[in-house]
Every structure is written in structure tokens, then in C-alpha cells.
């Protein structure tokens, strides 16, 4: 296993919400990851971690290796894999996003 990719399975494995992000919760730097934040704050999450993939070149590209997902935002809760924002928010106008965070 790589250092990035240790890092990355760390990140996602003792964080309970993780979102992989171009910008931050107060700033998102681009659309879809502004749109993953705003349904996370509709779900009520107060606890999430957010990484700025525009920080770390490894990370960035990394975390596309290590989901298997070939774009960013991505989210994980409790080490598992959600989806990018157009799913997160499938899910969420579904109601099972809201039924997977309060699990």
C-alpha cells in the first residue's frame, strides 16, 4: 500500500463523513462540491471532514484510484463509499442518504 493511499484509508476509516472536495466546507472551489455540502447540511451532519484535494496532487488523484471513482467530491460514511454529488443528492431527495447518515 502506498503513503497515499495509507493516508487516504486512514482519512476514511476514523472519520464517520468523510467529503474529498476541490475547496472546504466554507469555501467550496467548485460547483459540485458546493452541492455536496449544502445536501450534507440539509442531512443535519454537524461532524464532517473535508479535504481540499487541490492541496495535495497525491490526494487528488489518489482518491480516484482508491474508490475506483474517476471524479471529485466524493463521500464516505462509516469507511464506505457513497458517490459523488449527483448521487449524493439521488440519495438524499430519496430520503436513504438521511436513513444512511442517522444509521
Given at each position: 500500500m502506498t503513503t497515499t493511499h495509507?493516508?487516504?484509508?486512514?482519512?476514511v476509516k476514523n472519520n464517520r463523513v468523510v467529503l474529498f472536495m476541490?475547496?472546504?466546507?466554507?469555501?467550496?472551489?467548485?460547483?459540485f462540491s458546493g452541492r455536496a455540502i449544502q445536501v450534507l447540511k440539509a442531512c443535519g451532519v454537524t461532524e464532517l471532514k473535508t479535504v481540499n484535494v487541490l492541496e495535495n496532487e497525491d490526494i487528488r488523484q489518489g482518491i480516484k484510484e482508491y474508490a475506483n471513482w474517476p471524479?471529485?467530491?466524493?463521500?464516505?460514511?462509516?469507511?464506505?463509499?457513497?458517490g459523488g454529488s449527483d448521487i449524493m443528492m439521488e440519495m438524499y431527495q430519496s430520503g436513504e442518504l438521511q436513513q444512511l447518515i442517522n444509521a
Open positions: 495509507q493516508q487516504i484509508d486512514d482519512l476541490k475547496g472546504n466546507a466554507q469555501f467550496p472551489q467548485c460547483g471524479t471529485i467530491p466524493q463521500l464516505y460514511i462509516k469507511g464506505e463509499f457513497v
